[in-house]
């Protein structure tokens, strides 16, 4: 099943989005995706007719999460490699899962356009990640129960401004600029996805191809990720982790490549769709 958040005459709403996504059809009880993970009950359509798709605009599936988006950094191998590389160090697998956030601002949905304003970064890099969102909260969750707990899947693209984020020398300013987390295009629940561990992940741009991975690549797993992050805070209903990048992101390229306006981004995810953001300048 497919999940999504829509514009449509003027009100926001939480829809299924039909399997051949030719249309969506209103959640029956609920009138948003977080009050449908805050009441754990099974999405059900409304008996209304159904909308065709052209006729909505999608929205990111959590338009405005409750709490920051949680991060992975460093969590492919090629990826922490190639990092490294760029910054002329020696390069390790990270022994423990490296976790920083995105401004809940941040986040912005398919097809949404992105301001570039080279006032704010003039280095705006692309990451295709693995939205993982949480369902069913807790504390303490064992590691071989935390898919349990995974309402579904979605497409994420870690957009990071490398000048702010290497002049601060921390992560979140430069991973937090209003519209740097597009999110979409729908959560794809647990169910319709058999191993989560098992998908391609691939980022375009202007239609290159610069990323392809899959998520079997992981240093650290799903759920592996979900119990380290739970042995020190309660995770709530709605909490999306962003669970990494492979290899292929622009500052690590020679030269270096940025995003500028003009550009067109393109994430996909295997069985999970494809978000897609054009990027702008600041007056457009």
Known sequence: ????????????????????????????????????????????????????????????????????????GLNYADHAEESMAAKGRDWKLPEAPVVFTKATTSVTGPGAAVVVDPKVTEQLDWEVELGVVIGRGGRHIPQERALEHVFGYTVVNDLSARDLQFRHKQFFLGKSMDGSCPMGPWITTADAVPDPQALRLTCRVNGELKQDGHTGQMVFSIAETIATLSRVMTLQPGDVIATGTPAGVGFARKPPEYLWPGDVVECEIEGLGTLRNPMVGPTQ
């Open 1 to 72: 099943m497919r999940i999504a958040t829509v514009e449509y005459n003027g009100k926001t709403l939480p829809v299924r989005v039909a399997d051949d996504g030719t249309t969506v059809t209103p959640l029956a009880g609920v009138d948003s995706v977080q009050a449908l993970l805050e009441g754990g009950t099974t999405p059900r359509p409304a008996e209304t007719p159904a909308i065709p798709i052209e006729q909505v605009r999608l929205l990111a599936p959590i338009p405005v999460p409750r709490r920051n988006i949680m991060c992975l």
